[in-house]
Each structure stands twice: as structure tokens, then as C-alpha cells.
């Protein structure tokens, strides 16, 4: 199987992952932290906004199965793109809104996707979600992988 990978950015990581683990065609999922700039970052050091880090979900997925745009249409459905460094009830950096891509591929759907959301009239407010390279991925504490389904959450 040719897997891809994608990381997206979008609040708290386990409602992501739980979003992302219920889709056809990904082959896996991984809470991690991206976009910081320290090593080899713990959770407690992220939550503080120190590191400059993002709670994300790497999205590991056979292309063959599933097309990109489904992983964009879900990825937005998710989480309010419009709020900076906030979703819900979560404040702080680590929950900014961003597209961690590996190809140029990845970018351009992204881009094209990020301008119709804006364009849609769907939000209220502009869409804030930074479409970045992908670089160092950091895989969160065992204890964080597969958190809705570990706690019997829905």
C-alpha cells in the first residue's frame, strides 16, 4: 500500500484523531506537536506556549482509497478555521488552526480549499489557517494516541 502523510492542526488533538481514525482509507493516525521551536517537546511544555508548538494529527492515508480533498472536507469540518489561537474552550498557540503539507500537491488543494471555505459564506469571519511545509513531527505521550477510544468516548 503507498501510504501519504498530511498533518493538520485544528484544537485539541484527540477530537481530531477521532475524527480523522473513523475515515476510509486512513491507514493511521498520530497525535504529535509540530511547528515549534524546541526539541523533543512534552506535553506540559506545550500547553504553557513556550515551545511554540501545535497540538496536531498526523493523517496517514492510502491515496488509492481516498482522495485528499475528503481529508480537507473533514479537516475544516472539525474545528472553526475563523478563531486564532482558540477552539472552543481551548486558548493558547498550541491550538492554532494549520495545514502541515508534504507535497506540492498537498499545498495547492490546500490553498484552493482554504479560498473556498472563505469563499463559501459559511463563516462568519476569515478563515485564519496557515498552510505550512511539513518539517520536524514530534509523536505526543502514549497516553494521548487513541484518547476518545482508550476512554470510552464517543
Not at 502523510?5 to 475524527?19: L, S, T, Y
Not at 491550538?95 to 462568519?124: H, M
Not at 520536524?136 to 470510552?152: D, I, N, V
Request: glycine share 10%.
Amino acid at each position: 500500500m503507498t501510504k501519504e502523510k498530511v498533518i493538520f492542526g485544528a484544537g485539541c488533538f484527540w477530537g481530531v484523531e477521532a475524527a480523522f481514525r473513523k475515515i476510509n482509507g486512513v491507514a493511521k493516525t498520530t497525535c504529535g506537536y509540530a511547528g515549534g521551536h524546541t526539541d523533543n517537546p512534552i506535553y506540559s511544555d506545550v500547553c504553557t506556549g513556550s515551545t511554540g508548538h501545535i497540538e496536531v494529527v498526523q493523517v496517514e492515508y492510502d491515496p488509492r482509497q481516498i482522495n485528499f480533498k475528503t481529508l480537507l472536507d473533514t479537516f475544516w469540518r472539525c474545528h472553526n478555521p475563523t478563531t486564532q489561537d482558540r477552539q472552543g474552550a481551548d486558548i493558547g498557540s498550541q491550538y492554532r488552526s494549520v495545514i502541515f503539507f508534504f507535497t506540492p500537491e498537498q499545498k495547492s488543494a490546500a490553498e484552493i480549499s482554504k479560498n473556498e471555505q472563505n469563499l463559501s459564506g459559511y463563516w462568519r469571519d476569515p478563515v485564519v489557517t496557515k498552510i505550512l511545509p511539513a518539517n520536524l513531527f514530534y509523536p505526543a505521550e502514549e497516553y494521548h494516541q487513541c484518547y476518545f477510544e482508550k476512554h470510552g468516548i464517543g
